[in-house]
């Protein structure tokens, strides 16, 4: 697995550990620098491999035993969401969980639903974000992605987080069609914020979701 890391470590406060979205991950990094700001931060990119989202998620466990040595805070980004609710149902050093985005709202699993639900986000999002996003896709291609939406789309994360004992902050967009701020903030053991934008509200503002997520690590940090 690829990853990268900005930033340097800081006492008292946990490394952020950034799952990518669906066959993308170049658009977190404006984001990713944000979160350098008070730690240091990395962000995976899983397997180009046809896995099951716990597949997906045990990659993701073995990266953290394979490399942090100490508690981190675990993030994912709309489905890496769920593939960070399963690493984070299985891994010791994970120490709290943020989901941001979350996927899948069961009011849009269906498949015409979902993917009207995606063309309307894309029409809500900030200029630039599809146009750094298809690069990546057209490298991924249309099989794999075809695989990922089918996953994505039949995995449940609330049974994945029944099985996460680490407190849990949500971050919504608030123009998100993808996310009801109802399950969104049903999601939530730790904190519940939404945020200006869209979907991909971390791209239009990266440095919007560093405030919830520095007092989520300094929260973390301080309950041991």
Known sequence: ????????????????????????????????????????????????????????????????????????????????????????????????????????????????????????AGRREAPGVLATQWPEWRRAGPRLIAHLVRVHRRHVIEESLRRVTVPILVLRGREDPMCTARWARSLATSGYVELPGAHDFCWGDPNGWSAPMRAFAETVARSG
């Open 1 to 120: 697995m690829r990853s990268r890391a900005v930033g340097v470590p800081r006492a008292g406060v946990p490394e952020i550990v950034l799952v990518q979205g669906l066959a993308v991950a170049d658009y977190l990094l404006p984001g990713l620098a944000a979160l350098s700001s008070f730690t240091r931060a990395h962000l995976l990119e899983l397997p180009a491999e046809r896995l099951s989202v716990e597949g997906y998620g045990g990659a993701v466990a073995d990266w953290l035993a394979e490399n942090m040595r100490y508690p981190v805070i675990l993030a994912g980004h709309s489905s890496g969401t769920q593939v960070a609710a399963e690493a984070a149902s299985r891994d010791p050093s994970v120490a709290g969980l943020v989901l941001t985005a979350p996927m899948t709202d069961p009011a849009h699993r269906r498949p015409d639903r979902l993917f009207r639900r995606w063309l309307l």
